[in-house]
């Protein structure tokens, strides 16, 4: 019963250098979101995907790209990482977009990714 | 503009003592409302939610959460606190209303739950 599952959990990037955080659910959710978390301010969101074959930006998508591979995969890629992008990045789904309904949503365990 | 307060950025109490994590709110309209619990290097859980109706809502764990329009807030509760309650919870607010709505997360509050 794995739920979201996000690879991989650690990483060290170089200013510049780019990469791509996977994450993929097995409870047939048709939505799936991309968090960052950073201390004092709480969940930011950064791309959403409220069903298969869409997406749309959150409130601090500048310096990041998203792909919604098919219903279960939807992938952040960060093109040329800078330093301010370092954060615990979570990824999330949701059987209805949770923008439009009241439903929670379910997480992942996180991606731990540092800029140096 | 929605927001959500957590005002404490850490709460400690003693094992078997009741604990209460606050949380205020502003939002344009009526809220729906959530709580969530994150356990170290984890994801956030979802824990309850309010929707409309009774002001006492009931979640996981034990936990519950009391909805109080006049004053904004929607504070989680639990009678008897467990070690295994230490964590970092949040709060998370959107408006109630047709459209898509920004979901808004609270910074967060440290329980720490002493034997």
């Known amino acids: 019963n794995a739920g979201v599952t996000q690879t991989p959990k650690f990483q060290v990037l170089k200013t510049g250098q780019s990469m791509t955080l996977q994450c993929a659910q097995d409870?047939?959710?048709?939505?799936m979101y991309w968090y960052r978390q950073d201390p004092g301010m709480g969940l930011r969101l950064i791309y959403y995907?409220?069903?298969?074959?869409?997406?749309d930006k959150g409130e601090v998508p500048n310096g990041y790209n998203v792909s919604r591979l098919n219903k279960r995969e939807f992938s952040l890629r960060l093109e040329s990482a800078a330093p301010s992008q370092t954060s615990v990045y979570f990824c999330?789904?949701?059987?209805?977009?949770?923008?439009?309904?009241?439903?929670?949503?379910?997480f992942g365990d996180g991606t731990r990714l540092s800029i140096l | 503009a929605q927001s959500v307060a957590q005002p404490e950025d850490q709460v400690n109490v003693a094992e078997g003592n009741p604990l209460t994590v606050k949380c205020t709110y502003s939002v344009s309209g009526n809220p729906y409302l959530f709580w969530y619990v994150q356990y170290p290097n984890r994801g956030l859980q979802f824990l309850l939610k309010y929707i409309t109706g009774d002001n006492l809502v009931k979640g996981s764990y034990g936990f519950e959460a009391e909805f109080n329009k006049s004053q904004t807030s929607f504070h989680l509760k639990k009678p008897s606190a467990l070690v295994s309650d230490s964590a970092l919870y949040f709060c998370a607010v959107r408006p109630n209303s047709g459209g898509y709505q920004k979901v808004t997360f609270g910074t967060g509050t440290k329980l720490q739950v002493i034997p």
């Open positions: 999330a789904s949701s059987d209805r977009p949770v923008l439009a309904s009241n439903q929670p949503q379910h």
């Open positions: 409870m047939n959710h048709n939505s």
């Open positions: 995907s409220a069903s298969e074959g869409t997406t």
